[in-house]
Structure formats: structure tokens, C-alpha cells
């Protein structure tokens, strides 16, 4: 995993920005706080079964909690903690793990007979701004751009081929992030759509039948949510 300046400035601004909604209590028409859950689709290589760097990522779910301030009447400023964790396909995994696995040990392994995973996970810790514009005495549509911190896990991965059997470890990352969001308000039910990406940076080590390969790079993680909330 690799550190540098910039995340411990954005993890610093994060908390900074979203921390102060904590000690407005006197100003609760300017400060603003919201819940939501709902699905999560991978997008680009991160969902991609034949791609060189493909993720091999199924749909899964998110949950998220933002808070904004108005900067003034059309214009705010948000801070959100968005978590989300999608399937592995080890299905297409399975029936493609011999070949990409042959060129990485240099063997033929043949028919893959089982293969297990867990699941992606990454947390999405993201600051900036948002535009919202009512259209009727209830409803309102929003738009938000924000940048942060993209924290990430790749699952560990096992395979077993006839009498044999391998592993991938699991690895966590990190990367810096963006995010473009919109959606509408309908009273206090915020419906939206979030677009987050980054690539996270991963150590892993590949074992199999004696042989053991270090694996490491960039993993691109792209997803698209689609999010219900509630707007306390």
C-alpha cells in the first residue's frame, strides 16, 4: 500500500468539514444531515470478466451518510461516508482462472474445478460541493461534486485444480477519489444516483503447486449507486 501527502490532507479536510456539522446545533436551518442505502453496479474494468485488468465485480450494496451546509441559498457544501460492497463473479472467474494463471506461473494448469472469493469492499470518505434548485413547493433537484479518499479491499481468492490448490491473498488500498452525484428531493425522500471511481494500489501474493508470485498495481474501482434517503 502506498501513502502520500495528499490523503493525510484529504482524511485531515474530511473531518474537518464534516466534523463541524457536529457543533452546529444552533444553526439547524443551515446545517443539513441525510441517510441512504441502496444498490451498487460496477462499471468500466472493475465489472469486467475479459479485460486485462478485469475486476470480475457483480452488483452488491451501499449505505452512505452525508452532511451539507448551505453556503447560500442555491450552493452547499458536503461531506459524505459512502460504503459499499460488491460480489465477485467466480463463476467467470472459473472458466478463464487456467489461462490467466498459466501465463502468470509460467504452466498449464488445466481445468479449474472450484473457485471461492468474498467480496469487494470500499468506503468513499468525500468533501464538496453541491447546487440544488427547487421546481415546485416540495420537490427539488441537486447535483454534487465532490473529491476524498477511496479506501478499498480485494478479496482473497482460492482454486483448486484436480488434486491441487492455490491461493490469492486478500489486499487492502487506498487512492484518491471523485465523485459526481444528482438527484431529486421530495420532501424529506431524497432519491439519487452517485458515480464514484479511483484506483486503489494493491500488494498480493499468488501460491500455487510450489510456486509463489508477487502480484501488485493499480486496480481501477468504478461504480455507479443508486441510493433512497431520508433528510433529517
Known amino acids: ?26 444553526f439547524p436551518r443551515l446545517m443539513h444531515f441525510s441517510v441512504f442505502a441502496g444498490e451498487v453496479f460496477p462499471l468500466s474494468d472493475y465489472s469486467s470478466t475479459t ?4 475486476g470480475y465485480a457483480g452488483s452488491g450494496f451501499c449505505a452512505m451518510v452525508e452532511a451539507d ?24 472467474l472459473q472458466s478463464s482462472l487456467g489461462n490467466n494463471l498459466a501465463v502468470l506461473i509460467g504452466n498449464n494448469m488445466g481445468f479449474v474445478s472450484n473457485v471461492s472469493a468474498g467480496m469487494y469492499t470500499s468506503t468513499w470518505l468525500m468533501t464538496g460541493f453541491g447546487f440544488e434548485m427547487p421546481v415546485s ?15 478499498s ?17 486478500p489486499a487492502a488500498g487506498m487512492a484518491f477519489a471523485t465523485e459526481l452525484g444528482a438527484g431529486v428531493i421530495i420532501r424529506r425522500i431524497n432519491l439519487g444516483l452517485r458515480y464514484y471511481t479511483g484506483e486503489p494500489y494493491y500488494k498480493q501474493t499468488l501460491s500455487f503447486s510450489g510456486s509463489t508470485v508477487n502480484v501488485k498495481g493499480e486496480f481501477p474501482v468504478t461504480i455507479l449507486q443508486f441510493i433512497i434517503g431520508y433528510n433529517f
Request: no cysteine; glycine share 6%; charged share 10%.
Open 153 to 169: 479491499s480485494f478479496p482473497g481468492i482460492s482454486f483448486t485444480n484436480y488434486n491441487t490448490s492455490g491461493t490469492l491473498t
Open 69 to 92: 451546509k448551505n453556503i447560500n441559498e442555491n450552493v452547499y457544501w458536503a461531506s459524505s461516508v459512502s460504503f459499499a460492497m460488491n460480489n465477485f463473479d467466480k463463476y467467470s
Open 1 to 26: 500500500m502506498r501513502y502520500s501527502a495528499k490523503y493525510s490532507f484529504l482524511i485531515l479536510l474530511f473531518i474537518s468539514i464534516f466534523g463541524s456539522g457536529l457543533y452546529a446545533q444552533d
Open 51 to 54: 479485460a486485462s485488468n478485469a
Open 137 to 151: 413547493p416540495v420537490v427539488k433537484i441537486y447535483s454534487v461534486e465532490q473529491i476524498g479518499l477511496l479506501i
